[in-house]
C-alpha cells in the first residue's frame, strides 16, 4: 500500500496512457530518467521528490518490475480550486491499486487542503468519485483504493461515494497519514458503511493524520524524522514485511 501511494507522487505526465493500455514499471522508469536527472530530483526537498529513487528500486525488483500503469489523470483548475492526480496499477495478483496522489507544489492545491475545513465536498473530492467509478466499472477485479496526505483523504470519500456496484469490489481502503472530514460526512451512512475496510496509518507524531473528524482507529507507526517531517512515508520505519509500530507521541496529542 504505501510504497504504491508514494508512487503515485512521480511525474507520470506523457509517460503513463490515461487509458487502460497501460505500461509496466519498467518502461515507466525508463521513460522517466530519460527526461529527468538524478541531480535534478536530489536538488528538489519537497517530501515526493525522493519518489522517482523508489520507482527506480521497484523497477529493478521481481515483485513490481511488471506491475502495468494506466489510467493516469493529472488535473488542475484554478477556478474550481482542484488538484486531482491518480493512477491504477494493475498487480500481479489480479487485484487493482487505485491511487490517488497527494498535494503538489501548487496554489491551488493547497488552497484545496484548506477547503476541507468548510466545504462539504471540494471540487477535488468530486473529481474523485467519478474517476473510482470510471475504473471500476472498466476492472473486473477486486479494488485497493489508497493514497498518501490528500490522497488517503481522497482515496476514502471517493469509496464511501462511489457507485454501489464499485464499492462492493473494493477490499480495502488506505489512508496513510491523510486528514479527515466535517463532522457530517463522518456521520454519514456511507462513511459508517465503509469504516470496517478502511485503514488508517499515521507516524507517532503525526500533524495531518489527526486534522479533522475520523471514526478510523489509527495504526501508529514509527519513523525516522521528527515534528511535520515524519508526514513524509519515506521515513516510515519496516521491519521485514511490517511496520514498526509505536504509540502516539505527546507531541502530537497537544497538537490534536
Known amino acids: 500500500n504505501l510504497v504504491l501511494a508514494e508512487l503515485a507522487y512521480t511525474d507520470f505526465r506523457g509517460i503513463v496512457p490515461s487509458d487502460g493500455k497501460g505500461i509496466t514499471l519498467q518502461e515507466a522508469s525508463q521513460s522517466y530518467f ?3 536527472s538524478r541531480d535534478e530530483l536530489m536538488a528538489d526537498k519537497s517530501f515526493f521528490s525522493k519518489c522517482p529513487f523508489l520507482m527506480d528500486e521497484m523497477a529493478t525488483g521481481g515483485r513490481f518490475g511488471d506491475m502495468k500503469l494506466c489510467w493516469h489523470i ?24 487505485v491511487a490517488f496522489r497527494g498535494t503538489d507544489g501548487s496554489v491551488v492545491g493547497w488552497k484545496e487542503d484548506f477547503n476541507f475545513s468548510f466545504l462539504s465536498e ?38 464511501a461515494f462511489c457507485d454501489p ?14 486528514p479527515g472530514f ?11 458503511q465503509l469504516l470496517p475496510k478502511i485503514v488508517s ?35 516510515w520505519h519496516v521491519q521485514r514485511n511490517r511496520f514498526i509500530e509505536a504509540p502516539l507521541s505527546p ?6
Do not use: W
Open 34 to 36: 530519460r527526461t529527468h
Open 74 to 97: 493529472d488535473e488542475i483548475d484554478v477556478r474550481r480550486e482542484a488538484q486531482i492526480s491518480a493512477i491504477t496499477f494493475l498487480l500481479p495478483d489480479e487485484t487493482a491499486y
Open 122 to 159: 471540494t471540487e477535488g473530492q468530486s473529481r474523485a468519485i467519478q474517476y473510482l467509478n470510471e475504473i471500476g466499472a472498466k476492472l473486473d477485479r477486486p479494488l485497493l483504493v489508497g493514497g498518501h496526505s490528500k490522497g488517503g483523504n481522497l482515496a476514502v470519500y471517493a469509496s
Open 165 to 178: 456496484a464499485v464499492r462492493e469490489k473494493i477490499l480495502a481502503v488506505y489512508s496513510n497519514d491523510g
Open 182 to 192: 466535517k463532522q457530517k460526512m463522518t456521520d454519514s451512512e456511507e462513511y459508517l
Open 201 to 235: 496509518i499515521i507516524p507517532d507524531t503525526s500533524i495531518i493524520g489527526l486534522l479533522l473528524s475520523s471514526k478510523s482507529t489509527h495504526h501508529v507507526v514509527k519513523s525516522s524524522a521528527n515534528g511535520i517531517l515524519q508526514h513524509d512515508g519515506l521515513t
Open 251 to 256: 507531541t502530537a496529542e497537544i497538537i490534536h
